[in-house]
C-alpha cells in the first residue's frame, strides 16, 4: 500500500509539474525521492514541462487541424521520469 501511495504522489507531482511551474514541484519532487539529485530532478521536470506544453492546438482549428498537430503518443508521465535520470 505505502508504495502505490508514493507513485499515486509522484504522479500527481509530476502531473502539477507539467500544468504549471515546474520550480514549484521541486521540492515536494525531492521530498517523494530523496535518492535523486536535484540536477537530475531540475532537468527532467524541465522537460517533462515542455514536453507537456509543446502540443498545444490553436483555437480555432478545424478538427483536422486539430488531429494533425495532436501529440504524438507520449508513456505515463512516471515512466517517462524514471527514463530522464541519468542512470
Not at 2 to 31: C, F, I, N
Not at 37 to 50: F, N, T
Not at 79 to 85: D, P, S, Y
Request: aromatic share 6%.
Amino acid at each position: 500500500m505505502l508504495a502505490t501511495d508514493r507513485e499515486e504522489q509522484l504522479r500527481d507531482v509530476l502531473q502539477r509539474a507539467v500544468d504549471g511551474r515546474w520550480s514549484a514541484q521541486l521540492k515536494p519532487l525531492l521530498r517523494l525521492v530523496p535518492t535523486i539529485r536535484r540536477e537530475a530532478a531540475e532537468h527532467a521536470l524541465q522537460v517533462l514541462y515542455r514536453e507537456g506544453h509543446a502540443a498545444g492546438v490553436m483555437w480555432g482549428a478545424t478538427q483536422q487541424q486539430e488531429q494533425e498537430l495532436a501529440a504524438p503518443e507520449r508513456p505515463p508521465l512516471t515512466e517517462r521520469f524514471w527514463a530522464l535520470l541519468p542512470d
